[in-house]
């Protein structure tokens, strides 16, 4: 199969064409995909109307896939299943635990960052989309720190942040996870500054997963978090996606911060089934057994 790069922002987001996942990737296939996911950090596939199996062979080309907690959805463990539809076909009730949890992706983070090892990519599937609202922005973390003076890189390249989803879930609400899952996922100490493996661009690596910089008071690093939040957000550096049905769209969360946007969940269903490729701890090299180095 032909298959087409076209830049969507450049050097930012792409969206590849002429091919069809159902029937798999050869080699070559591959290889041009990850090549362009190399220089585009978010890469937009429309109409791929796929099913779990087609999704996890997909993602599994990048390499090893994180496994999921039970959702009460059912499914491979391999998928998270994003969606505000319960078991029972109904809409989640506003308010409730599903549309509690689901309400945390609407703030900017990257995914898995509050693993030792942290989420290398993810792939989000559109299985059903609602007619308005419910869209999914991204900034690209490599051009907001490019944007900042060499003497403010320089400090933060020496700094260190722990991200903790205990802190980032508790902003919703203390009463989501339970003691079993509080344990399975304690803090984590990542850089403020993350090097891409094959193209060696630094990018900002934050979001609401991180919850204060080591070696400074909290209210004092949070306010340094916050504040190089809204820098590496502003405007020219967010592509907003608008979903079609059946798109599929992947992004580098070494690079990029993410969130989705809000949607009337009362009226519409918004089903988004998401496979996330894990990390390699030989491309974090802070990392020394789960430690800081």
Do not use: C
């Amino acid at each position: 199969m032909s298959v087409s790069v076209t830049r969507l922002q450049p050097d930012f987001v792409a969206e590849i064409g002429g091919l069809d996942l159902r029937r798999g990737t050869d080699d070559e296939t591959f290889d041009t995909v990850l090549a362009a996911f190399h220089e585009h950090p978010v890469l937009v596939f429309h109409d791929q109307n796929i099913g779990d199996a087609q999704q996890i062979a997909f993602s599994r080309r990048f390499g090893v896939l994180e496994r999921n907690v039970t959702d009460g959805l059912g499914g491979p463990p391999e998928i998270a299943n994003l969606s505000n539809v319960e078991a029972d076909g109904t809409l989640a009730v506003a308010g409730g635990d599903r549309d509690k949890f689901l309400s945390g992706n609407q703030n900017w983070h990257s995914d898995s960052s509050f693993k030792s090892v942290p989420a290398m990519a993810s792939i989000l599937s559109g299985r059903e989309v609602p007619p308005e609202g419910g869209g999914t922005e991204f900034t690209d973390m490599r051009a907001a720190w490019d944007a900042l003076p060499a003497d403010r890189q320089a400090e933060l390249e020496r700094r260190t942040a722990e991200h903790s989803f205990l802190y980032s879930q508790g902003k919703i609400s203390v009463d989501l996870m339970s003691e079993e899952e509080v344990a399975a996922v304690p803090p984590v100490h990542h850089p403020l500054v993350r090097i891409h493996p094959e193209t060696g661009r630094k990018a900002l690596y934050i979001g609401r997963h991180a919850s204060h910089i080591l070696g400074r008071p909290v209210a004092d690093g949070r306010a340094l978090l916050a504040e190089l939040l809204a820098e590496a957000t502003r405007p020219e550096l967010v592509y907003r996606h608008r979903w079609r049905q059946h798109d599929l769209v992947m992004w580098d969360n070494r690079m990029v911060l993410h969130r989705g946007r809000a949607w009337d969940g009362s009226r519409y269903a918004r089903v988004m089934h998401r496979t996330t490729i894990a990390g390699r701890a030989e491309d974090n090299p802070w990392i020394v057994e789960d430690k800081v180095a």
